[in-house]
C-alpha cells in the first residue's frame, strides 16, 4: 500500500523558516516526479515546487522563489524548507508522487499525502 507521510509543521513564527519532510512507504521515490502544495482555508490549492524524476533540486512557484528550497533525498523521502516565513496564515502542505513536472507543478499525479498543517504567527 502506498503511503505519503509528512511529518513536521505546527506552529512557527514569522520571519523564521519551516521545515516539512515527505515519507514515502509502497514507492521508491526514484522513479517519480515529487510535487509539494498548499492549500489555505476557503481557498484552492496551489503549487510550490516540482522535483522532476531525475532531479534532486526542485523547481519553484514565482511566488516562493528566492526562499523556497525543495530536495529529493536518498532514503525514499522529500525535504521542503522555506525561509523567512511571512504571518497571518494557516496553510495544509501536501506532498505528492506523480509522473512529471511542469515546471513548478506536479503533473500526472498518482499518490496524495493527507498533508500537514502550518500556522505562521506573527
Known amino acids: 500500500q502506498v503511503q505519503l507521510v509528512e511529518p513536521g509543521g505546527g506552529l512557527v513564527q514569522s520571519g523564521e523558516y519551516l521545515r516539512l519532510s515527505c515519507e514515502a512507504a509502497?514507492?521508491?521515490?526514484?522513479?517519480?516526479?515529487i510535487g509539494w502544495f498548499r492549500q489555505a482555508p476557503g481557498k484552492e490549492r496551489e503549487a510550490v515546487s516540482c522535483?522532476?524524476?531525475?532531479?534532486?533540486?526542485a523547481s519553484v512557484a514565482a511566488f516562493v522563489k528566492g526562499r523556497l528550497t525543495c530536495t529529493r533525498n536518498v532514503n525514499n523521502t522529500a525535504t521542503l524548507q522555506m525561509n523567512s516565513l511571512k504571518p497571518g496564515g494557516t496553510d495544509v502542505y501536501h506532498c505528492?508522487?506523480?509522473?512529471?513536472?511542469?515546471?513548478?507543478?506536479?503533473?500526472?499525479?498518482?499518490?496524495y499525502g493527507q498533508g500537514t498543517q502550518v500556522t505562521v504567527s506573527s
Open positions: 505528492a508522487a506523480g509522473g512529471a513536472c511542469s515546471g513548478s507543478v506536479l503533473i500526472e499525479e498518482r499518490y
Open positions: 509502497g514507492l521508491t521515490f526514484g522513479n517519480y516526479a
Open positions: 522535483i522532476d524524476i531525475g532531479d534532486r533540486i
